[in-house]
């Protein structure tokens, strides 16, 4: 089983960068691949990046380029850096391990953060 607990959400304007931290208990956890999603309000959980145990990455269309998924094994922990932020990334983040792929598709467990609040001002 993994605990996971997600850090550095918070208020920014568009156009400037937040870093989303997830640290993962559990000693599995360099095995595990890792998905971030968000939750806008009234919005269902979509997958925004998720990366493989070796490190292999995929975006949804519309952080592409925008936003980084990285992960540090040995600190157990993976990060989600943020860029060029817009109105339309305000959302609870999530961090979810040990899920799996289907394709490039990461497919979630059930092992979920409390989430980090991310909101950015137009």
């Known amino acids: 089983q993994v605990q996971l607990v997600e850090s550095g959400g918070g208020l920014v304007q568009t156009g400037g960068s937040l870093r989303l931290s997830c640290a993962a208990s559990?000693?599995?956890?360099?095995?595990?691949?890792i998905g971030w999603y968000r939750q806008a309000p009234g919005k269902q959980r979509e997958l925004v990046a998720s990366i493989t145990s070796g490190g292999a990455t995929d975006y949804e269309n519309s952080v592409k380029g925008r936003f980084t998924i990285s992960r540090d094994n040995a600190k157990n922990t993976v990060l989600l850096q943020m860029n060029s932020l817009k109105p339309e990334d305000t959302a609870v983040y999530y961090c979810n391990a040990g899920g799996y792929f289907t394709g490039s598709y990461y497919i979630p467990s059930p092992y979920w953060g409390q989430g980090t609040q991310v909101t950015v001002s137009s």
């Open positions: 559990g000693s599995t956890f360099n095995t595990n691949a």
